[in-house]
């Protein structure tokens, strides 16, 4: 009976990995909803250039640098290196956190340029910008807090867990949403 | 060294499913906390979405009896009404606010809380594990969240009932401008931004749930459970759940620009426009953006609804008539291509915003394609019937309601699918009547069916009969004579939306037509209070089922106890050796899907 399931196991992926693959295809087509109709309000009249300032390829690298930690913190687990493990995790978490803080100044340096992502005299290319981005942010502070989840778990001494398929879950949907901003990130410079 | 770590790991892992599972052979001490409310059984979780839903239903059809009683009667005051809702109805008669949060939210309610949660709701977490073979859902977590912010979108929308200014009240399709300015209107106030966060966590409660289900049917099928052996409402709620995962979150996205709009000020759908002699300072949004979003769920939306109640017909009808489905690949093939077709037809509900006609033609033809799925479904289902040994129980007599109205729905829909038809039909009675055929009330019937039959299985006991059998016959000759005379209606121009026609010319001749349609809803209505009467006494008084197989049925459900535990199956899952459609065979009247196939068994 036990090598039954361990092998049913072997066979078939995790059902939670599974869950969180139809959970991205669900989120894609958010984002490939709003990226349509930015593209369709585009094609109409009184639309205003994007120009994407400089601190968001700054956020762009950092988030791309996360996710190169979070493979290397999976890596370490899987290796038994516990301590390599939990730096690489909290590297990856702070990381998602300056990519956040960065998108957060680079929207403030809008207003210092005085052009308007929302209320009065506002365009509606940036405020897509701030939507769109935004609700990427949203999904970038949901992966930090599930992070920090699993990192205090690590530290916890009560219970010792050697199982990497929730931090394996958790980096398949780190790389999801860098892969997702880089999208964006392209999008916005190439469509503008 | 690192494989074998890996190894080890996923060792460890495996003996903890394991013995999770074998946990749920014995009834454990529960609490009435986690057996009623915090509960991650699926059993648990469908009756709570189905006794929500009730709850809900009777609310909207109570609002459309409110409203029928404005149209059949506009020149007369029912002062009672004035009592209960006050400035809403002075004088006894509904005020035009009034009237239209009526509409709105008799639809928002009936297509969002009562046949997307309480028809897949229900049975998608009744029928998945019971059926493929499994002891409960995936993640039995995310399920009870799946309901809990159902409930919590559910708070909301009603709470909206209750404020000043009234629920929303542009239509449940909330096109904006109208919906994103509340200067514009009373429903657009307060109640819009509860419409919104209302859907919001509804939407979250879907997603959840159809993350759930997808993942359980194509992970955690018993052995021998090929997805070809499953049951059709299995297939049919499989594609519901794809529909609704890959639809809801562009509801989302256009919803979230909206919430931009109403309260940031952004311009994504308002354009330049005067209110009330004020000039806002919105500049270039475009309306039509929105409904482009809105349809791209709304279309597939109306699947959402449909294909539960398909499936569960199918299962029902193959049942009764002690037959096998007829075309059982076929049923599978067609609800697949109207999974599809449903995302490449949304502009159909738009010909009249000044689309491109050029474009308008594709969707005409991608619209008329459904017909051939749908002919196929509906031909299977007769040639299932023919020469059937038909038993007519009362989930039978619904199936079969359901494929009368299916046909007689599906048929008003080729009219409406031509987009220059559509220019005289549009707005009409004419829509009124098609959608609230071949969606509504077909999709009611499906779900009616659903409850009859595994009624046994929730309950342990039978709903009563004679009962039912009035239930049925009311409501299928009731809501032809409601919906049948609003074609004619709809073809002579009478417009939806509008409180009173009587200073109307051209439309008063149809007061007495009102007048009836009114007085056949409020009886069908009141039908309907006597199933909801039916349901709940036989919660506590109905027959006792005493056999674990009361329909003779193949599928796996059957196999469990008559009141199953947590985790189903009190010792190993049954292994599957047959589809589920074995009836009538080699001289049999049913072989169960557990049962090996014989050495000298035909083939089917």
Redesign the interface.
């Given at each position: 009976m036990m090598i039954d399931v361990l092998s049913d196991q072997k066979r078939k992926i995790h059902p939670h990995k599974f869950t969180l693959w139809v959970a991205i295809g669900s989120i894609l087509m958010m984002f490939a909803g709003l990226t349509s109709a930015f593209i369709v309000k585009r094609s109409q009249a009184n639309w205003i250039m994007l120009n994407i300032p400089l601190i968001f390829w700054y956020s762009t690298v950092a988030i791309l640098t996360s996710s190169v930690a979070v493979q290397l913190s999976l890596k370490a687990l899987k290796q038994r290196n516990m301590v390599g493990y939990r730096r690489w995790l909290v590297i990856t978490a702070v990381l998602g956190i300056v990519f956040l803080v960065l998108q957060i100044i680079g929207f403030i340096q809008f207003g210092d340029q005085e052009i308007k992502l929302i209320g009065a005299g506002s365009n509606a290319s940036y405020s897509f910008l701030l939507a769109i981005s935004g609700l990427h942010g949203l999904h970038v502070l949901g992966g930090v807090i599930t992070l920090i989840v699993i990192a205090i778990r690590a530290v916890s001494i009560s219970k010792r867990n050697y199982s990497s398929v929730p931090l394996e879950i958790a980096a398949t949907y780190w790389h999801f949403v860098d892969a997702l901003w880089i999208y964006l990130f392209i999008f916005f410079n190439w469509m503008k | 060294?690192?494989s074998e770590?890996?190894l080890?790991?996923?060792?460890?892992?495996?003996?903890h499913?394991?013995e999770d599972h074998a946990d749920h052979g014995h009834h454990h001490e529960e609490s009435f906390l986690t057996k009623y409310i915090f509960c991650q059984d699926h059993k648990m979780i469908a009756k709570q979405f189905l006794i929500t839903g009730i709850i809900w239903a009777i609310i909207g059809g109570l609002f459309s009896v409110l409203f029928r009683l404005q149209l059949g009667y506009p020149d007369m005051s029912f002062p009672v009404l004035e009592d209960v809702f006050g400035r809403w109805a002075k004088g006894g008669r509904i005020s035009n606010e009034f009237y239209y949060a009526l509409v709105t939210m008799h639809g928002t309610i009936l297509v969002f809380f009562v046949l997307t949660a309480g028809l897949s709701g229900t049975f998608a977490n009744l029928l998945i594990p019971l059926q493929i073979g499994a002891r409960d859902m995936?993640?039995g977590f995310?399920n009870m969240l799946s309901y809990w912010f159902f409930f919590l979108a559910s708070v909301v929308m009603f709470a909206s009932l209750f404020i000043q200014t009234g629920p929303a009240a542009g239509g449940w399709t909330i096109y904006p401008p109208l919906s994103a300015l509340g200067q514009a209107s009373e429903g657009s106030k307060l109640g819009m931004d509860f419409w919104l966060i209302s859907m919001a966590l509804f939407i979250v409660s879907s997603?959840l749930g159809?993350?759930?289900y997808?993942?359980?049917i194509?992970?955690?099928r018993t052995k021998g459970m090929s997805m070809t052996r499953m049951p059709l409402t299995m297939w049919a709620i499989f594609f519901t759940a794809v529909l609704g995962?890959?639809?809801?979150?562009?509801l989302?996205?256009?919803a979230?620009?909206l919430l931009?709009d109403r309260n940031?000020?952004?311009?994504?759908y308002l354009s330049e426009i005067v209110v009330k002699g004020e000039i806002l300072?919105?500049?270039?949004?475009?309306a039509i953006?929105f409904q482009?979003?809105f349809w791209?769920l709304g279309h597939p939306e109306v699947y959402i609804i449909l294909l539960p109640a398909m499936g569960m017909v199918s299962e029902i009808m193959s049942v009764n008539s002690r037959k096998p489905i007829f075309g059982y690949l076929a049923m599978v093939g067609s609800l697949f291509a109207i999974t599809i077709l449903a995302f490449l037809v949304w502009a159909h509900h738009m010909f009249v915003t000044g689309l491109n006609p050029f474009l308008g033609a594709f969707f005409v033809l991608l619209t008329l394609l459904i017909a051939v799925p749908s002919a196929i479904k509906v031909f299977n289902w007769l040639t299932t019937l023919w020469r059937g040994n038909i038993r007519l129980t009362p989930a039978m007599l619904f199936a079969i309601g359901f494929v009368s109205l299916f046909i007689s729905g599906g048929l008003t829909g080729i009219f409406l699918g031509n987009s220059t038809l559509d220019i005289h039909l549009h707005d009409t009675y004419f829509v009124v009547a098609h959608f609230h055929i071949v969606m509504g009330v077909a999709s009611f019937f499906g779900m009616f069916a659903g409850v009859y039959h595994w009624f046994p299985k929730m309950y342990s006991r039978y709903l009563n009969n004679t009962m039912a059998y009035i239930h049925f016959w009311v409501t299928l000759v009731g809501a032809y004579l409601i919906f049948w005379p609003m074609h004619y209606q709809g073809l002579a121009g009478l417009p939806r939306r509008y409180t009173d026609f009587s200073n109307w010319q051209s439309f008063n001749q149809f007061a007495g037509m009102n007048r009836f349609i009114s007085t056949v809803a409020m009886i069908v209505f009141a039908v309907q209070l006597l199933f909801v009467f039916n349901f709940f006494y036989s919660i506590f008084k109905g027959r006792k089922v005493q056999s674990q197989n009361p329909w003779g049925a193949n599928t796996l459900e059957w196999t469990t106890p008559i009141t199953p535990g947590h985790g189903n199956w009190p010792g190993e899952i049954p292994e599957v050796h047959r589809w589920a459609y074995d009836y009538g065979k080699d001289g049999r009247e049913f072989i169960a899907q557990v049962e090996p196939v014989g050495a000298d068994e035909s083939k089917h």
């Open positions: - | 060294m690192s770590t890996i080890h790991g996923q060792t460890t892992e495996a003996i499913v394991h995936a993640s995310l997603l159809g993350l759930n997808i993942s359980t194509l992970n955690l995962v890959l639809s809801f979150p562009v989302l996205s256009g979230v620009l931009f940031l000020g952004t311009s994504f300072p919105n500049e270039g949004g475009s953006l482009h979003l791209f």
